[in-house]
C-alpha cells in the first residue's frame, strides 16, 4: 500500500499561473483533506471533503478550489497563483471524517513556490 | 472556543524520557487529542490518541488528567531518530461537523 501519494513534489510558478495538485489514497477511506504548512502557523486546512460528493471550506479557502473525481482521488487547483500560496500543502485521508478516533494519514507534501 | 498550546521547542538527550505537554481549553468529555510526529521533507504521522486517563502503546504514552485541560505526549528512552516536531491536535467530536485544532508544534532535538 502507498498510502496517500501526492503529485508533484515540487513545483515554481509564476504569479497568475494556474496548476492542480493532485492527491491519491489507496486505504479506501471516506474522507479527505487539504493542507498548507507555513513556519510559525502550523497546519491550516483549505478544503476537506467528508466523503465522496461532498466538499467543504476550511479555515483558508481563498484562491483554491477542490474536486472530489473519485472515493480514492481529491484535487486542489490554484487558478491565479499569486506569492502568497507559496507554501508546502499536504493531502490527508482518514477513514471516517465524522469520528473523532478516526485518524489522518498524510502524503509527503508538494512544495509550491510562486514567484 | 478551543485552542492548543504546546512549547515551541525542547532540548533532550540519548535515553532520555521526554515529556511534551499540550494546553488546550474548552474541550468536551468525547473530544479526543491526538499526537502526530513530522520530520522533514514528510508529512505528520499518527502517533497516539486519546480522549481520558493514559493511553500506552508501542512508541508512546498519552497521561490525560480528569480536568483534561491539558495532555501529555511521553516518549521513553528517546533516540537521535526521535529528532522531529511533535504536533497536539484536539478533535473536537461534532458529529459530521467535527473540527481539528491543530497546536502549531514542539521541534524536539535529541542530542547525543
Known amino acids: 500500500n502507498a498510502g496517500v501519494t501526492q503529485t508533484p513534489k515540487f513545483q515554481v510558478l509564476k504569479t497568475g499561473q494556474s496548476m492542480t495538485l493532485q492527491c491519491a489514497q489507496d486505504m479506501n477511506h471516506n474522507s479527505m483533506y487539504w493542507y498548507r504548512q507555513d513556519p510559525g502557523m502550523g497546519l491550516r486546512l483549505i478544503y476537506y471533503s467528508a466523503s465522496e460528493g461532498t466538499t467543504d471550506k476550511g479555515e483558508v479557502p481563498n484562491g483554491y478550489n477542490v474536486s472530489r473525481l473519485n472515493k480514492r482521488e481529491f484535487s486542489l487547483r490554484l487558478e491565479s497563483a499569486a506569492p502568497s500560496q507559496t507554501s508546502v500543502y499536504f493531502c490527508?485521508?482518514?477513514?471516517?471524517?465524522?469520528?473523532?478516533?478516526?485518524?489522518?494519514?498524510f502524503g509527503n507534501g508538494t512544495r509550491l513556490t510562486v514567484t | 472556543l478551543a485552542k492548543t498550546t504546546q512549547p515551541i521547542s525542547m532540548d533532550s538527550y540519548e535515553g532520555q524520557e521526554v515529556n511534551i505537554t499540550c494546553s488546550h481549553n474548552?474541550?468536551?468529555?468525547?473530544?479526543?487529542i491526538t499526537w502526530y510526529q513530522q520530520f522533514p521533507s514528510q508529512g505528520p504521522r499518527f502517533i497516539i490518541q486519546?480522549?481520558?486517563?493514559?493511553v500506552t502503546n508501542e512508541v508512546a504514552s498519552l497521561f490525560i488528567p480528569a480536568d483534561r485541560k491539558s495532555s501529555t505526549l511521553s516518549l521513553p528512552r528517546v533516540s537521535l531518530s526521535d529528532t522531529a516536531v511533535y504536533y497536539c491536535?484536539?478533535?473536537?467530536?461534532?458529529?459530521?461537523?467535527?473540527?481539528?485544532?491543530w497546536g502549531l508544534g514542539t521541534s524536539l532535538a535529541v542530542n547525543p
Open positions: 491536535l484536539v478533535v473536537l467530536n461534532a458529529g459530521n461537523n467535527r473540527k481539528l485544532i
Open positions: 474548552n474541550i468536551a468529555t468525547n473530544d479526543y
Open positions: 490527508a485521508s482518514s477513514e471516517d471524517g465524522s469520528r473523532a478516533n478516526s485518524p489522518l494519514h
Open positions: 486519546g480522549y481520558k486517563t493514559k
